[in-house]
């Protein structure tokens, strides 16, 4: 999991977020050491992103996009 970005989808179930971040491997990742952690907590665009639709898509892409440029240019 040394990559540019990792994003977490828990908008279904915020509470997984703590469950992640109690891992002990999660802060030895390279990924997380740089701060280019992405979590999608908002349970409409995590459904979103989820659904995969022609629409939906569309609508995660548009949240998301932002996101994912502050994120990975920490």
């Known amino acids: 999991l040394s990559r540019d970005l990792l994003v977490w989808n828990v908008g279904f179930d915020p509470e997984q977020r703590a ?19 992405l979590w999608i907590e908002d349970p409409v665009v995590s459904g979103a992103f989820s659904w995969s639709t022609v629409l939906s898509l569309d609508y995660a892409l ?13």
């Open 62 to 74: 548009e949240q998301l996009v932002p996101r994912v440029a502050e994120t990975v240019t920490r």
């Open 19 to 37: 469950v992640v971040e109690a891992s002990p491997v999660y802060p030895t990742l390279p990924v997380v050491q740089a701060g280019r952690v």
